[in-house]
Nanobody, 123 residues
């Protein structure tokens, strides 16, 4: 199983970025997949989680709800995180991850992790 995150970078407040996570050798019908982030000095936290590829009601954490949108391109086996109206407090390393527990949401429930991509938002 491999997860490859990309798309991070520098953005200004109120700007947008889109993260991509290319997923290999994983049955997206049987796994939870999600985005997490770790800001400096903080623990890793869930940003958005999907209970399989067909989840119509993804989880979003309170700080990002209404601004971030998760999606999957099934043809490319790639998960995206569209981040709009960015805030300086969104600055973090963002990770994509997969879990054998389809209802997983906590970081310690996820078994496979991508390498992380840095997002920096300036005010």
């Amino acid at each position: 199983v491999q997860l490859q995150a990309s798309g991070g970078g520098l953005a200004q407040a109120e700007g947008s970025l889109r993260l991509s996570c290319e997923i290999s050798d994983l049955d997206l019908d049987r796994y939870a997949i999600g985005w997490f982030r770790r800001a400096p000095g903080n623990q890793r936290e869930a940003v958005s989680c999907l209970r399989g590829r067909d989840d119509l009601n993804p989880y979003y954490s309170a700080p990002v709800k209404g601004r971030f949108t998760v999606s999957i391109d099934n043809a490319k086996n790639t998960m995206y995180l569209q981040m709009n109206s960015l805030k300086p407090e969104d600055t973090a390393v963002y990770y994509c991850a997969a879990s054998r527990t389809v209802t997983a949401r906590r970081p310690d429930e996820f078994n496979y992790w991508g390498q992380g991509t840095q997002v920096t938002v300036s005010s």
